[in-house]
Every structure is written in C-alpha cells, then in structure tokens.
C-alpha cells in the first residue's frame, strides 16, 4: 500500500450527499496474470471527515473512472459484461449519483437496448425487444415481470411526460440493468460452460 500524496478527488460524498473534493490517504494495486489490473484508492471527505474507498480497473487502455465501493457504493459490474454495456450502465449510474433520476432511466433503456442489440434483437420498443428475449428464452419469466413493471423503463424512450422518475423509480432500473447483464453475461455463460463439460 503506498501512503496518500494528499492528491484531490471530486466525488459524491455517501454523508454529506453532494459533491466533494475528498483528499486522497493511500492506495493499493493490483496486477493479476489474468484479468484486468485493479486500483483501490481510500479517500477522506473534506468537508464532513468520512472515508470513502474507490476502486479503478484498467483493461489495457488505461485506468477507468473511479467508482465509489464503500460506504453504499456501486457494486462493479462483471468483466464478463462487455464493455460497451458496462459504460452504458456506468453513465446511468453517474447519473444516479447526480440525482438525475430521469436520465438515469434513459440510460438503463439504452444498456438494455444495447444487451437486447447484442443478442440479435432490434425492436423500437424497448418492452418489444424484451418480450422477444423471453420468447427466445434469453431471459427468464420473472426478469421480463421485473421489467414490466417499472413504470420507468416503459417510459425509457427519452419521450417527454411532463413527469420526472423518482429516486426509488431510478433505483429499482438500475438495480434491474444489473440483474440482466448478470444473468445474461455471468450465469448463463457459466451455466453454458458447464453444460458442455458434462
């Protein structure tokens, strides 16, 4: 572990809820033989004193944005996911951090669309590509339920409502976006691989 330089950071700080400069204490590296490289920095707020862990990975293109991982941080994504989709559900989750509920829900629309996409579905409506998926048995009859019922995906198409989504709207999608590409980029991968060993 090496000590902290005093570097600055600007983040959501998890106690004050709003954005902070955070000074940096130490930080840890990791560089497995295989899989990505992985950073975990440990930061205190200036303003309110908390401490607050951020985790970077870098996949040979450099080191990704910092996400905060403790207190109620953001869990990272597989590495399964490809990377496309985990910098879509990423922006939806900044936009989360930033209290922007509606466009977080956009951009849960746009992850799904895009995991839907990647498995030959393309229909206009994202409920369409899903109800295709499960058809398919892409994704299970409770995913596609789950789905059916936030009020927030059906209105994913960036159409105006006149209405905002909110915060419990917001959460709920993204918890959403991350059970499907689990499921579709983790589990059934291993359940595939497992399959063919048998």
């Known amino acids: 572990m090496t ?3 005093g570097r600055k950071h600007f983040l959501l700080c998890s106690t004050c809820q709003r954005s902070v400069n955070a000074t940096e204490r ?29 985790a970077q990975e870098d996949h040979g293109d450099g080191w990704d944005e910092m996400v905060r991982v403790w207190p109620d941080g953001a869990r990272h994504l597989s590495t399964e ?7 879509e559900h990423n922006e939806a989750r900044r936009c989360f951090d930033a209290k922007a509920y509606t466009a977080t829900a956009v951009m849960v629309g746009r992850t799904l669309e895009g995991m839907c996409a990647q498995h030959g579905v ?27 019922e936030l009020r927030s995906l059906r209105n994913a198409g960036a159409h105006f409502t006149g209405g905002q989504e909110t915060r419990q709207d917001a959460a709920d999608a993204l918890a959403l976006s991350e059970r499907m590409l689990d499921y579709m980029y983790v ?12």
């Open 187 to 198: 589990l059934t991968m291993k359940f595939d691989a497992r399959k063919v060993l048998e």
């Open 81 to 87: 996911v490809p990377k496309p989709l985990q910098d």
């Open 3 to 5: 000590e902290g330089d």
């Open 122 to 148: 393309h229909d206009k409506v994202l409920m369409k590509s899903l109800e295709k998926m499960r058809d398919k048995g892409l994704i299970d009859q409770r995913l596609f339920d789950w789905a059916t």
């Open 26 to 54: 130490g930080c840890v590296e990791d560089h497995p033989e295989s899989g990505p490289s992985t950073r975990v920095t440990l930061v205190r707020c200036d303003l309110c004193g908390t401490a607050l862990l951020l």
